[in-house]
């Protein structure tokens, strides 16, 4: 049985306008830029502020005008200003030497592998032997490892090159790789790498000591379990500390030694700049999150040649349709991008006066707590829209260049009942690890003693949850003799 009826319901649904420029505030300088880019290439009535020709209104009003393929007829007047001389034409395109650079230079020059084929040559090798040198040569990654097994190797060269050998041709041929410089690279495992190195480095005292220990007692070294690399070895105290200092010279990825390493890493580009200026803090928005667009000149007079024409054909009203959702586009974007350097601005700017002692000293004991929920109140915008601004974008501070989230944290009460940041646990718990006696490292208990002390009572579980976050060993791995 069918039946009609009527249900009012509130609901609250984001506009397509909204919902771009919640897309345009998450993301960090570079990004944005792509998304200008393509913006004003999808877009023909969308230019930069290069031009030199008419703009329309600047001053956009916020109508929402709906409209179907049928509509023919809307205000021209509204698209075109001819009162007001647009901002761009103002501006002068002179800078000097201490502006921004906008361009990221590449450095060319010969890549690891490539360097250590170069070495190959030197060597004389039979067809063969050639041909599986250079498949391990391909096989090291970027720490200088080769982590397949030797009998894997073997078969893909059956494989893929036709080369029919076996693993124990394979480590014949890999002992000549682990000659190729720097010392260490075709290790197979950290401990061989080591080794490699040492075989290199001469014959000292100090030196046969350290190679003994690596290429016999590995395992204890590694635990750090000195009394017993003492009587394993017969030797003194002093003479286990310097062969210790011998093996910490070691590069345990020598690969990333290698100066001509050309791998492409992504440049962080700050979104804001904070200075102290005569004791007081200066924000400023990136001038590359700050692009001048407007509107296509050439549209413009399109519209105008439109308005002057008295007999209007049908070919020419859907051309000046085609326009004006090109030139709604175009506003709505320029409007879009207005509201994200306004968001990033404000929203930094309550960032910056909430942790204002920290951006003073720089010390991060001074960051207070501070949650997402905390920005949101104070600049009465939603906690998505804050979280949008903090997760991806980066700050230059004169204590360098932060990511804005590290200075967001949760809040504990000290003995005071005080709430103090995790933040400045951490820090005051570093610093006692720091400090500590490197023969007798402290234990998760004894640091929470300490901290509880200094006036932070806090368990030793989360003394160790705390501990691990800072990437900070365990108190026997930071022993030292």
């Not at 009003?61 to 075109?80: H, M, V």
Request: glycine content about 4%; proline content about 4%; charged content about 30%.
């Amino acid at each position: 049985m069918l039946k009609q009826q009527f249900n009012l319901k509130l609901s609250q649904k984001l506009s397509p306008q909204q919902i771009q420029l919640m897309k345009l505030i998450q993301l960090p300088t570079q990004a944005f830029e792509q998304r200008l880019k393509q913006e004003i290439e999808e877009n023909p009535a969308l230019d930069t502020g290069k031009e030199s020709t008419e703009n329309l209104d600047d001053e956009f009003n916020n109508q929402e005008e709906e409209y179907t393929g049928e509509e023919t007829d809307f205000n021209i007047d509204d698209y075109l200003s001819d009162d007001e001389i647009p901002n761009y034409r103002l501006q002068a395109n002179n800078y000097s030497a201490d502006d921004e650079e906008k361009s990221m230079p590449y450095a060319g020059g010969t890549t690891f592998n490539q360097h250590l084929k170069s070495q190959l040559n030197t060597y004389r090798l039979n067809e063969t032997d050639y041909q599986i040198a250079l498949f391990l040569i391909g096989s090291i990654d970027e720490s200088g490892y080769i982590r397949r097994p030797l009998e894997d190797i073997a078969d893909d060269l059956a494989f893929t090159q036709n080369v029919y050998t076996d693993a124990e041709n394979v480590e014949k041929v890999l002992k000549l790789v682990h000659q190729l410089d720097p010392a260490g690279v075709g290790a197979r495992n950290l401990q061989e790498c080591l080794s490699i190195q040492l075989h290199r480095r001469g014959d000292s005292p100090s030196m046969v000591r350290a190679t003994q220990i690596i290429d016999e007692a590995f395992e204890l070294f590694t635990k750090k379990h000195y009394k017993k690399l003492i009587a394993k070895f017969n030797i003194s105290e002093e003479q286990l500390r310097e062969a210790i200092e011998e093996i910490e010279h070691l590069n345990p990825k020598p690969g990333g030694s290698f100066a001509g390493n050309n791998r492409i890493v992504e440049h962080v580009v700050p979104d804001f700049s904070i200075r102290i200026v005569e004791g007081e803090l200066e924000l400023t928005l990136n001038g590359r999150n700050a692009p001048e667009l407007h509107v296509s000149g050439a549209y413009n007079e399109m519209l105008k040649g439109y308005k002057d024409t008295k007999k209007k054909t049908k070919s020419q009203k859907d051309a000046i349709l085609f326009i004006k959702q090109k030139l709604d586009a175009a506003k709505w974007f320029i409007d879009a991008v207005r509201q994200r350097q306004q968001t990033l601005l404000i929203t930094m700017s309550a960032i910056m006066n909430y942790q204002k002692e920290f951006f003073l000293t720089g010390d991060e004991r001074n960051l207070k707590p501070m949650i997402l929920k905390d920005i949101a109140d104070e600049i009465e915008m939603d906690v998505s829209t804050i979280s949008r601004v903090a997760n991806s974008k980066y700050v230059d501070t004169p204590y360098g260049t932060k990511l804005i989230k590290e200075f967001f944290s949760e809040s504990m009460k000290n003995d005071q009942g005080e709430d103090v940041s995790t933040r400045e646990i951490k820090k005051i718990l570093e610093i006692t690890i720091e400090e500590e006696n490197k023969r007798k490292p402290l234990t998760d208990e004894k640091l929470a003693q300490i901290l509880k002390e200094k006036g932070y009572p806090i368990a030793r579980r989360t003394v160790a949850k705390y501990r691990e976050q800072l990437d900070l060993p365990v108190a026997r791995l930071r022993k030292k003799i």
